[in-house]
């Protein structure tokens, strides 16, 4: 399975970003896809996740400000992040889960910047 992001870039204080993720290769059962983000020396942590039956969540510190959304026939992910603030600045990578069992297995994108500053 291979995970391209895309959408990532410099904006300025209250901006929007959108960012995708497509999903592509032996993709079959998807449970999970998400977003998580990461500051250089700082844990990954999570953005927002879409489980296949649609339940959202979403980190305190983006609730209300982003949205996930999925597009089930292109396999693909979205991130629409609205009043960016500095602290949003991280690479954010797309994150996706799929079967159970002896055929579970996890997947991440390649990561895009996300850098929010004036």
């Known amino acids: 399975v291979q995970l391209v992001e895309s959408g990532g870039g410099l904006v300025q204080p209250g901006g929007s970003l959108r960012l995708s993720c497509a999903a592509s290769?032996?993709?079959?059962?998807?449970?999970?896809m998400g977003w998580y983000r990461q500051v250089a020396g700082k844990q990954r942590e999570l953005v927002a996740t879409?489980?296949?039956?649609?339940?959202?969540d979403y980190a305190g510190s983006v609730k209300g400000r982003f949205a996930i959304s999925r597009d089930k026939e292109k396999n693909t992910v979205y991130l629409e992040m609205n009043a960016l603030k500095p602290e949003d600045t991280a690479v954010y990578y797309c994150y996706l889960d799929q079967g159970y069992g002896l055929g579970y297995t996890y997947h991440w994108g390649q990561g895009t910047q996300v850098t929010v500053s004036s």
């Open positions: 290769g032996s993709i079959d059962s998807i449970n999970i």
């Open positions: 879409l489980t296949s039956s649609g339940r959202e």
